[in-house]
């Protein structure tokens, strides 16, 4: 039977990013995706992570920058990124700060994402 979702949960993180999960771990119990929406102010970074899942990071409003081994990716509203499981990647964003969604397979856990410190 279809789950109506009716409200998201709001995750609390430092930085000022407010992050809403729609489905994953702590709104629905679920493992196997998550899905949430973000928006992070000018200026927010977070630390290079290695997660062990997939994330697909569909940039609303914006800018997304994605570091990573090779250099780094500009991501604009109306562009997504794919992030696979095992690379390095560290996430931050333009002037602007950004809005978007996020989709990780399996779902995000702190004790699977593996920032460094």
């Known amino acids: 039977?279809?789950?109506l979702i009716?409200?998201?949960e709001r995750i609390p993180v430092p930085g000022g990013k407010q992050i809403?999960?729609?489905v994953g771990r702590v709104r629905t119990g679920t493992e196997q995706v998550s899905v949430a929406h973000m928006?992070?102010?000018a200026g927010w970074e977070e630390p290079a992570q290695t997660p062990e899942f997939d994330e697909v990071t569909v940039?609303?409003?914006g800018t997304v920058l994605v570091d990573h081994d090779n250099g780094r990716l500009s991501v604009s509203a109306g562009q997504a990124v794919l992030t696979r499981a095992g690379e390095r990647v560290r996430y931050l964003v333009g002037p602007e700060g950004a809005?978007?969604?996020a989709v990780c397979l399996p779902a995000f856990g702190p004790d699977l994402v593996h920032r460094e410190d």
């Open 99 to 101: 809005e978007y969604v």
């Open 6 to 8: 009716e409200a998201p």
């Open 20 to 22: 809403d999960e729609y």
């Open 1 to 3: 039977m279809p789950q």
């Open 39 to 41: 928006r992070a102010p």
């Open 59 to 61: 940039v609303l409003a």
